[in-house]
Structure formats: structure tokens, C-alpha cells
């Protein structure tokens, strides 16, 4: 079993930068493959980034360039690092976790987060 608790989330305004950080319990965190995805708003939940046991990294093209996946095995934390916000961004982000090959797909993903809020406004 996997404990993940995310945390930095908050409201910022476009063109603001957040960090997002998701900390994992109860198991090895560097065998784990991690995940970011969201929420909107009436929307379906979307893949963000995902980063795999070598910190070989993949990004939606929504998010390419701005944000940056990253993960420290010593902390047991995944990063997700937020610069240039638009306001479509705003979403519930939720931390993923799972041995599984690496996906974008949410299903292949054993283990996740509550989720924390971000707000951007214009």
C-alpha cells in the first residue's frame, strides 16, 4: 500500500509559477512510477507529466515547456514544478503512483493522492 499527500497548491494569477509536491508512504518510492494529472472544472481528468525509475520524463503537450516533473527518492517526493500559469490550468492536480509500464492512462495507476486545488486567475 501507497500513502500520497500533495501539497502547494493555491490561487496565483496568470504568468505566477506554483510547486507542486507530492509525498509517498508504506512502500519502496523509487521503484514506484510517478504521475501528475488534473481535474478541470466539467471536465474529465487529463494526464500532466509522468517521470519513470530512471527520471526519464513525458509531458502532455498542454503543459510542455512550462512544467517540469521531478522526484527525489531520498524524500520520497514527487515534484511538479509550474511556471507561465494560464488560466485553463486551473484544476484539482492529483499525484499518481504505480509499478506498471509507464502511461499516460490513468488506469495503469495503483495509488493516488486527494488532490490539491489550483486557481489561476486572469
Known amino acids: 500500500q501507497v500513502q500520497l499527500v500533495e501539497s502547494g497548491g493555491g490561487l496565483v494569477q496568470a504568468g505566477d509559477s506554483l510547486r507542486l509536491s507530492c509525498a509517498a508512504s508504506?512502500?519502496?518510492?523509487?521503484?514506484?512510477?510517478m504521475a501528475w494529472f488534473r481535474r478541470a472544472p466539467g471536465k474529465e481528468r487529463e494526464f500532466v507529466a509522468r517521470?519513470?525509475?530512471?527520471?526519464?520524463?513525458y509531458y502532455a503537450d498542454t503543459v510542455k515547456g512550462r512544467f517540469t516533473i521531478s522526484r527525489d527518492n531520498a524524500k520520497n517526493t514527487v515534484y511538479l514544478q509550474m511556471n507561465s500559469l494560464k488560466t485553463e490550468d486551473t484544476a484539482v492536480y492529483y499525484c499518481a503512483a504505480g509499478s506498471g509500464p509507464p502511461a499516460v492512462s490513468a488506469e495503469v495507476y495503483d495509488y493516488w493522492g486527494q488532490g490539491t486545488q489550483v486557481t489561476v486567475s486572469s
Open positions: 508504506g512502500r519502496t518510492f523509487s521503484r514506484l512510477r
Open positions: 517521470i519513470n525509475l530512471s527520471s526519464i520524463t
